[in-house]
C-alpha cells in the first residue's frame, strides 16, 4: 500500500495516512501549459469543423463530482467546444464516473457502449472517461483492455491536465491513459469553470477524505484531505455572489475537517462564520458533514447567522455500535443522538438529511432495528438509502456476510417503507405553515408550476408567476405528499 506517515485514528485499521507532505495549489506554469494545449486544440477543431464543435459531458455521483465537471467544462469551452446534451450530436464526450457503488460504474460502461456504434460507422468522436472509477487501477485495466473505442481517460489526480492528453492523443493517434498522481493530491485552483446553474452554486472548500471508512472508495480515489486557502474561497463566494447566485452549497468529503491539514488555522466554524458575514441576499448550505467531527461551536455558528440554512446532512450510516466499529465511523449511537439533540437546542426547527448503509457484512437484523430506532427517533427530512456494495481495495470488502442478498433487500424494502411513512407525516404537519423559500425554477407539474425549497431543503411545489424564479419569496403550504409539499407563493 502506498500510503505511508501517520496512522488512521481507529486502532483496529492499519491503514497508514500520509501528512507529511503538504498538498500544493497548481502554478500559474502549470495552467499556462494547459491553456496553450487548449489553444492548439481550438485551432485543430476550427479546421476540422469550422467552428461548430460540440462536446457532451455526462456526470456522475455526488456534488464534488459535479463540481469537477464544471472544471471539465470550463476547460472544453477554452479548446473552442461549444456544449450539449446530446450525445449523438457531439464530437467528444466525455464520462465523469463514481466509483462509490458498483451499480454506477454498470451504469457508465452501459452508457459508454451506447456510443460504440458511432464509432464503429466512422464518425470522428473522442471519447474520454475520467474521475473516480477511472482513478482505480482495475478499472483503468479492464477499459484498456475491453474498452478499445475509448480513446482517453485519466483519474481525479491528472483531471487539471486532460487539455494535454486530448491533445497528445489528437496529434500521435494513440490512446491517452493517465492515473497518474500521488495520495497527497493538488489543490485546483485558476482553472476555467462553467457553471451548470444559474441561482445555485457549487463551491469546494477543500479536497479528499482522511476517514477510510471501511466500506469506502472515496479515500482511495481521491487522495488525502487538503483544504482550499482561505481567501481563495472568500474570493470565490463573493464572486458567485456578484454573478446573482442565492444559495451556495460549500463542498467537501468532511467539511467538518476543513483545516485539519493545515493545523486548523481557520476551521470549518470560523470559515463559515466569516463567509455567512459577507453581505448580501443569499443562503448558505454546506455537506458532508462526519458526525465524528461536527461540533457545538459549528451548530452556534449555525445558528447566529440567517444567512446559513438551519439543515445539516449528517450521515449515521448505522445504527448498531458493533457495526459503526466494523465501519471505522468513530461514533456511538448515543453519541449521534446527542449531537442530534445538542443541535437542536442551538436550532429548534433544524432539518436533517442522511445516508445509511443496509446490508454492511457482519449486520444481522437486530443491528438494523437500531438503524430504524435512528430513523424513527430523529425524523429526517430527507434520507438517501444504500444497500451496501462491494467496493475491491476497501478493508470491508475483506469481511463476510452473514445474511443473503435477500434478507438484505426486505430490511432495505422496511426502511423505505418506514422514511415514507415518516415523509408523509413531516409534511402533512406542515399543511397551513408558511416559510421562507428560493423559487429555483420550473416545476413541470402544470397545477403547481414553480420549484422551489424552503430553508431546510425540501421541495415545496407552487403556484405563482414564473417571474419570481431566482428571488427569495414566501410560500404557504396547501398539500403534502411523502416527497414533496405544494403550495402557493403569499409575498
Ligand atoms: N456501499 C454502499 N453505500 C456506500 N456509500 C459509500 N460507500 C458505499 C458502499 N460501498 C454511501 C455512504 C456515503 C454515501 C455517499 O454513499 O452512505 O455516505
Ligand atoms: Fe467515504 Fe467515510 Fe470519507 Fe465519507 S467520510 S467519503 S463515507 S471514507
Sequence with gaps: MFFNGLRAYHTDHIVEVNMKKTATKLTKEELELQRSFSDKIKEIYKNKKNGTAKAFVDTY????????????????IDMGFELTDDENQADIAVFNTCAIREHAE????????????????????????????????????KILKS????????GTYALY?????????????????????????????????????????????????????TYCIVPYVRGRERSRDK????RDFKDILKAGYKEITLLGQNVNSYGSDRGYETDFADLLDELASIEGDYIIRFMTSHPKDATEKLFKVMAKHDTIAKQLHLPFQSGSDRILESMNR??????????????????????FSSDVIVGFPGEVY?????????????????LFTFIYSRRPGTKAALMEDVITAEEKQKMFDELLKVQQDIGLERNTAEIGKTFKTLVDGESFDENFPLS????????VKAKGDKSLIGKFARVKVTKASPHALFGEIVE
Aim: glycine share 8%; aromatic share 10%.
Design 61 to 76: 455521483g455526488c456534488q464534488q463530482n459535479f463540481a469537477d465537471s464544471e472544471m471539465i467544462k470550463g476547460m472544453l
Design 106 to 141: 454498470m451504469r457508465v460502461l452501459g452508457n459508454v457502449g451506447k456510443l460504440k456504434q458511432r464509432k464503429k460507422s466512422g464518425d470522428d468522436l473522442v471519447i474520454v472517461v475520467c474521475g473516480c472509477m477511472a482513478q482505480q487501477e482495475q478499472m483503468k485495466d
Design 147 to 154: 474498452y478499445p473505442y475509448v480513446d482517453i481517460l485519466f
Design 161 to 213: 491536465t486532460f487539455p494535454e492528453l486530448f491533445y497528445e492523443y489528437l496529434t500521435e493517434k494513440k490512446r491517452a491513459f493517465d492515473i497518474s498522481g500521488d495520495e497527497t493530491g493538488r489543490i485546483f485552483e485558476g482553472i476555467h469553470l462553467e457553471r451548470d446553474r444559474s441561482i445555485k452554486a457549487n463551491l469546494p472548500i477543500m479536497y479528499g477524505c482522511n476517514n477510510f471508512c
Design 231 to 234: 481567501e481563495d474561497i472568500i
Design 330 to 351: 468513530g461514533y456511538t449511537k448515543e453519541k449521534y443522538l446527542g449531537l442530534i439533540d445538542m443541535a437542536r437546542k442551538y436550532m429548534p426547527d433544524i432539518s
Design 366 to 382: 437486530e443491528d438494523f432495528e437500531k438503524t430504524l430506532e435512528i430513523v424513527k427517533t430523529v425524523k429526517y427530512d430527507q
Design 452 to 459: 422551489t425549497h424552503i430553508e431546510g431543503g425540501r421541495l
